[in-house]
């Protein structure tokens, strides 16, 4: 066999090796990509939710779509603890977004309850800094001014975006306790002081003192994530994003508590001082050079429209939470963004701000009439 013949046997094989590692890579990218990040899970603890007396016909009609939404799309609304309404998966894990900082504000509460945490003390007492270092001034902000989006610390952060990043103020311009500014540093922080604070992860904790006295349906420990789910490029901090994925039945069930203050088929989940702290505006936000559109204030960690008496979550992505204390009601409307590396990239790359909140709003104003 000449050496022309041999070579090109040889290089014909480390071509078909070649190939076969590269369809085993692309394999594996694909599975890898299909796997979602956080699986619905069947808790021990899980009780169902009671069915109340269904909304009238008008509403109905309004908040159910003539034709298929663009993505998938749950809604249910709660009347005293009772669904009075609900369409589309809901009992689908789906990634709150923003609504995460509610979530984690309610879980300070049970922690500050339980003496594990006190608001009021400095970054500086609790040593939180960041790779920039903070300054001195910085470094007097307290758990509380995080609380409020009043911490005067304009760093870059994880998951920021939109005007979180054109309108942020210069370093140092207000000092902690002044000006209010939707600032994800200090949700983030929040949830690296939580963690260094309590000893326990988020996960954990919201399921021990959140989950099993409520009786969430479908979650774990698991559905909260510190840290990005998919490797995605982030900005570098000491201070991880965290992710809470919730059905929109859970979700609703935590709005539920909050409009009893703090309570849950008779159960004092979170104090009522904590609630009443909570949902008490600390700024005016139409003071503030920035719009925030429907909000006139912002307590800990949850947004006020005093014109309709209502407390707001909300998430990037549109969702939303809608919580009415004074008439015992909840809206909550949960749009998929993504449960895997395919599915939220897809999502990422589409932007599909599909949204059915003007018929949420018109059910709600319905409803309180």
Known sequence: MSL??????RIKRLLKKILAVLLLLVVFVLVYSLIPRVRNSDPEFQ???D??????KEIEDILTPEEEPKRIRSIVILQDEKVVYEYGPVDKIMNTASIRKSILGLLYGIAVDKGLVNIKKTLAELKIDELMPLTNQEKTASIEHLLMFKSGIYLPSQGEHDSQITDKPRRESYKPGDYFFSNNFDANALGTIFMQETGMSIGKFMEEHLAKPMGLQDFSEHNVIVGDPWFWPKKKSKHKQYYV???TRDLARIGAMVSNE??????QIVSKNWINKSITSYSK???NHINYGRYDGFGYQWWIASDTNTVWADGYGERFLIINPNQNLTLVEQNFTGNSFLTT???LMNRNMDSGLENLIKAHQMMTE
């Open 285 to 287: 936000l139409k003071e």
């Open 51 to 56: 069915y109340g007396e269904p909304v009238v």
């Open 4 to 9: 022309e013949k041999i070579y090109f046997m």
């Open 47 to 49: 009780t169902e939710l």
């Open 245 to 247: 994925y919730l059905s």
């Open 345 to 347: 990239g897809l999502w």
């Open 262 to 267: 703090g309570r849950w088929n008779e159960k």
